[in-house]
């Protein structure tokens, strides 16, 4: 299995019934496809819908209907469109259950980074810095290395998104759940030992007993 | 309303130098055939306040490459490679503001609110210069209000009185820039008589716009 | 003429094409019949309709569909329902051209006290702290004195609502500007003398040269 | 959204001494049917966050006439004289709000904003107490956003998710009070299922409304 799917799969078990999740654009907007079969979720995207789903068939595409990466969806029966300002109404009034989000670096206190890298990537914030700052749960989606160099460290190098700390980090090798204590290591990927995570991660990790092996939700689970 | 006016019309309309207000994101939702008569004019010297640059060649993003930009004001400018080249190179100055700050500082702007006071931004850059304010032991960054001189929007039908609709992610920042400009167009891709639009069907109370950008003819 | 015919004619002079305009209950309430038929005003109700005309033929109104004193209305195409709040952001963000508000005092400020009597009447501001702190224009209509007392006064002995200095105040005595330098003397009624004027208000007037006579709109100009 | 449930027992999730928002505008756009529901399980010490207190009779009224009541945060009570009563009785105690303030608190709560900084109310009674913010020059009020336990709210349709339409002015103060509460009871007159309201014609989202009311069976 791919590390993209891996961490996908794993965040999908985060969601809760009758709930609203806003995914960013990437890795996050896998999750989508894993939605255990039991559960309904209602995703909301903050250019202002709720209750999307795929891509319309090839030539159905409405040029008003996108999500917040600009690309073509459907609305679901019972979606509801509205403005930017009521979007992040939703977004920052505690409306949004969850939010999942890519990441670039996660430091010890659980405070994320993701929206630059100074002197070389500046795209912008968009409503990244909003949905840490507004979302019950913030997961962060990210593989947990790039290019070798851990994202997880003891002190973010890169602007952090928020002051405020983040709920867990899931990656192909692990979950990670930030505490008052620190970083504490929930679960580890089929087939990872705990030393490789421990290597693999900048920061100390905090262990909570045995650490269990990652449940993954299997193919058959997921909605049609 | 008046007569509906050109997009020709409504480009000469906004001078150089002025602050305007598009709507759309990622250019859906954008005035675009405003925006090409303000590159057609060779417009320079604008401000721009929007959600992103959207990308080169789409939305606001011609005005970019067109070098109309003096300054953009937005949360986004990581899909136009041309706004970040500009931006290194000193031509276009940006202000990153947090999407959702983005709109209620223009919400402030139109509603007569002295600011927005928001969790967003705070132990970040943004909230670098800013005034914090404690308030039931929380910390609440000071956004200031944003007006323009000019709001372009895309609509989907106005009538004739200047009474608005938009249409599912083509709202998006349009409905709220129709309250925070001095000078209000809006580009619908409809134009029907008064009567026709419910009142309750109405997300944009014409008594907010100032001209309607006719079909083309 | 009576009185309160006499102020709302004066008023809609004030009128101007392509404004929206908010009518406070009573007194100001009259100003829509007298429209001059050659200009064009949206009226707002701030309980969330701009563009509403008289009460509907018997039998046919609408629940639904009421004015800011609850009285039944009807909607003229074009008409547009909206909630409270972006009701206020019309009021309060500068988009109202107008409003026509009843009063209790008006002090030589130009300060306005129209929502209580302590210890006698507290009904509550309602929306008129916000009219009278977010309209262009704020035009107060009143009788010139209640119970032979002046209205217009030295300083307010009622509470204010709002620090904001009015615009213009209309009586069937007078019409009075507050300025810089005190409250000016527009205009006189028909029939009506300085001396009267003067010694009908509590506060000192200042005179512009002659004082005309108020120009009300004549019957023939009035809207159908 | 799960089943719909009855007025009565929307009336008995609601204890004694909560604070509830009221939609509604001189009764207009009330939850009238769970009002009648509270009224007769005989509520105690609620806290009413409302527009006005309607008139004896009618709208959140009837819970003033019955006893239910111990405080009142309104913009106008002008229209009922036993509230005043009530009042200067010492039973009932009230807050008033300027109206447009009232909103924006109320939309602040429901929008994770940490306040309202408003022109309205400064240099009057309203001020008292309260901090005054010079910002460029000019002094704005700041307003404590509002929340409740509940939120009563009177729509025109509904659909098994909960997305909800209103009807011209008894919209009011329903659209910003569905955001701004714990438990959030829609009492619409039509329940229709989900894809019958279009997503441009919803103006509550689905996701904020807990439960839906059922028509009389």
Redesign the interface.
Known sequence: MEAKEVIARRVALELRDRT?VNLGIGLPTLVACYVPAEISV?F????????FGEPPPDGLE?????????GYIS?L?????????T?????????LDMTVLGGLQVDSSGRLANWMVPGK??????????LV??AKRVIVAMQHTAKGQPKIVEALTL??????RISLIVTELAVIEPTDEGLVLRERAPGVSVETVVASTGAKLLLDGDTPTMPIVSPERVAA | MQDGISAERAAAMIPDGASVMFGGFLGVGSPDRVIDALVARGARGLTLICNDTASPGRGVGKLIEAGCVAHVKASHIGTNPTTQKKMISGEIEVELVPQGTLAERIRAGGSGLGGVLTRTGVGTVVSEGKQVLEIDGESFLLEMPLRADFALLRAHEADHFGNLTYRLTAANFNPVMAFAADCVIAEPEEIVPVGVIPPDAVRTPGVLVHHLVRRPQ
Chains 1, 3 share one sequence.
């Open positions: 609203l209602a909301q995207s903050e250019n202002g819908i709720i209750g409405d040029p008003y209907l996108t999500d917040a990466g600009g609305a029966p019972g979606a509801a469109a509205f403005d930017s300002a979007s992040f109404a939703l977004i920052r009034g505690g409306h990537l500046v795209p912008g914030m968009g409503g990244a810095m909003d700052a507004g602007p952090p998104t928020a002051a405020r």
